[in-house]
Nanobody, 124 residues
Framework: QVQLVESGGGSVQAGGSLRLSCAASGFRYSGKCMGWFRQAPGKEREGVAAIDTGGGRTYYADSVKGRFTISQGNAKNTVNLQMNSLKPEDTAMYYC?????????????????WGQGTQVTVSS
């Protein structure tokens, strides 16, 4: 019943933009964060951004702050990630995540639910 579906990945040139979207269903949203993680081959999984689905507070990794913007979509069960000024270092598989801790350190640790991932490739 729990399902997270990502879309919007693709290949862009450095400096370009992409907008990722995630549609989620089958679980409770209020009081928890939803967000995005990414992982490149041979690298650790990294929390990218999160948003409190109850209060709207946002969290960002230092590596993307000022370039990426997370927001809720048309409904509480949707979340978007606007990625601007993309760099080759942003190349990774991006995963939508749900039921993340809504705290300064906790949001980066993981999530209870995961999407299947969408590939983002940024070329030089």
């Amino acid at each position: 019943q729990v399902q997270l579906v990502e879309s919007g990945g693709g290949s862009v040139q450095a400096g370009g933009s992409l907008r990722l979207s995630c549609a989620a269903s089958g679980f409770r949203y209020s009081g928890k964060c939803m967000g995005w993680f990414r992982q490149a081959p041979g690298k650790e999984r990294e929390g990218v951004a999160a948003i409190d689905t109850g209060g709207g507070r946002t969290y960002y990794a230092d590596s993307v702050k000022g370039r990426f913007t997370i927001s809720q979509g048309n409904a509480k069960n949707t979340v978007n990630l606007q990625m601007n000024s993309l760099k080759p270092e942003d190349t990774a598989m991006y995963y939508c995540a749900a039921e993340m801790d809504c705290s300064t350190v906790g949001w980066k640790l993981g999530a209870n639910y995961w999407g299947q991932g969408t590939q983002v490739t940024v070329s030089s």
